[in-house]
């Protein structure tokens, strides 16, 4: 199979691995992308949280919660910043999030298609469309999520709308401080990206794809090692990459003394409250969406002599 310079573009953006390498690792897999980003992970040339791609769309998250009950977080993307920052286009991101914290629709389809709050002759789908003819850029609903709790829920907004968090927590006990520990806790998932609030939720598939992964890069930084130092570094390198992607492991950012786990503990007991984390959702906008980069793509054709 021929292997494009758009490809290796793809590839790069997706891993963050060098050009060259990326093109090897197409060539290697005949240009299958999910392989090749297998290839580069094994080879230790691409990092796995680079997979969902390069964040690179403009647009706003916004999110709102309402008696600590019930929230709602959204992403709506746009062509530019300027017109992100614009009051017509904030506006609107504003009724967007009002609409989601009160519908019923599973899924962005469903979403779309119901009757639109402030004027239920039309649809969410065709305000978005109104709103692209009065903005004169095209614009996108691309997600939403919605939560309804028995405990409390939290929010969180960083850089303006660039990242956005709800935290959602079982908890016999809602007052002031028991919100500032779960905003607490919003602002790190903000800045150190979990995947997984605790390690319960980890798949056994998930476990056995990464040892693979860290079987294969051991072995190559260490072809001498017999295997049964590999098989314990394997198993202390899982256990750190758990500590990164799993919240309640994660070390507190605002007290390294403490894991998240165990912050939460604290403030808990503190308010003789029975609080424990149970869901949170982190939007980033424009993630795994791109731009077109044309002269990117023009030094990567001239560098594969294409």
Same mark, same amino acid.
């Given at each position: 199979?021929?292997?494009?310079?758009?490809?290796?573009?793809?590839?790069?953006?997706?891993?963050?691995?060098?050009?060259? !390498?990326?093109?090897?690792?197409?060539?290697?897999?005949?240009?299958?992308?999910?392989?090749?980003? *297998?290839?580069?992970?094994?080879?230790?040339?691409?990092?796995?949280?680079?997979?969902?791609?390069?964040?690179?769309?403009?647009?706003?998250?916004?999110?709102? /919660?309402?008696?600590?009950?019930?929230?709602?977080?959204?992403?709506?993307?746009? =062509?530019?910043?300027?017109?992100?920052?614009?009051? =017509?286009?904030?506006?609107?991101?504003?009724?967007?999030?009002?609409?989601?914290?009160?519908?019923?629709?599973?899924?962005? !389809?469903?979403?779309?298609?119901?009757?639109?709050? *402030?004027?239920?002759?039309?649809?969410?789908?065709?305000?978005?469309?109104?709103?692209?003819?009065?903005?004169?850029?095209?614009?996108?609903?691309?997600?939403? *999520?919605?939560?309804?709790?028995?405990?409390?829920?939290?929010?969180?907004?960083?850089?303006?709308?660039?990242?956005?968090?709800? /935290?959602?927590?079982?908890?016999? /006990?809602?007052?002031?401080?028991?919100?500032?520990?779960?905003?607490?806790?919003?602002?790190?998932?903000?800045?150190?990206?979990?995947?997984?609030?605790?390690?319960? =939720?980890?798949?056994?598939?998930?476990?056995?794809?990464?040892?693979?992964?860290? @079987?294969?890069?051991?072995?190559?930084?260490?072809? =001498?090692?017999?295997?049964?130092?590999?098989?314990?570094?394997?198993?202390?390198?899982?256990?750190?990459?758990?500590?990164?992607?799993? @919240?309640?492991?994660?070390?507190?950012?605002?007290?390294?003394?403490?894991?998240?786990?165990?912050?939460?503990?604290?403030?808990?007991?503190?308010?003789?409250?029975?609080?424990?984390?149970?869901?949170?959702?982190?939007? *980033?906008?424009?993630?795994?969406?791109?731009?077109?980069?044309?002269?990117?793509?023009?030094?990567?054709?001239?560098?594969?002599?294409?």
């Amino acid at each position: 199979m021929a292997i494009t310079a758009g490809m290796v573009k793809e590839l790069r953006e997706m891993t963050g691995a060098g050009m060259m !390498d990326c093109k090897k690792a197409l060539t290697e897999t005949n240009g299958d992308m999910d392989e090749a980003v *297998e290839f580069l992970r094994k080879n230790g040339q691409a990092k796995a949280e680079k997979k969902a791609g390069r964040i690179a769309a403009e647009g706003v998250v916004k999110a709102i /919660v309402k008696d600590d009950k019930v929230a709602a977080i959204v992403e709506v993307n746009s =062509e530019t910043d300027f017109v992100a920052k614009n009051e =017509e286009f904030q506006k609107f991101v504003d009724a967007v999030v009002n609409q989601a914290a009160n519908t019923d629709a599973a899924d962005i !389809d469903a979403f779309l298609a119901e009757a639109w709050a *402030e004027d239920t002759t039309k649809t969410v789908k065709d305000a978005l469309v109104a709103e692209v003819a009065v903005i004169g850029e095209n614009l996108n609903i691309r997600r939403f *999520e919605k939560i309804v709790t028995d405990g409390c829920v939290v929010s969180y907004i960083h850089g303006g709308g660039r990242i956005g968090v709800l /935290v959602e927590a079982d908890t016999d /006990v809602v007052n002031d401080e028991i919100r500032t520990c779960l905003k607490n806790v919003a602002m790190q998932i903000a800045a150190m990206y979990p995947k997984y609030v605790s390690r319960s =939720e980890v798949s056994q598939e998930y476990m056995d794809h990464e040892k693979e992964i860290l @079987l294969a890069q051991a072995k190559l930084e260490n072809p =001498e090692k017999p295997e049964n130092i590999i098989e314990k570094m394997i198993i202390g390198r899982l256990n750190k990459e758990l500590k990164e992607v799993c @919240l309640l492991d994660q070390v507190y950012v605002q007290d390294s003394d403490l894991t998240v786990a165990k912050y939460v503990e604290k403030v808990g007991k503190e308010n003789n409250a029975n609080l424990a984390v149970k869901k949170f959702v982190r939007f *980033e906008t424009g993630e795994g969406l791109e731009k077109k980069q044309e002269d990117f793509a023009a030094e990567v054709a001239a560098q594969m002599g294409q």
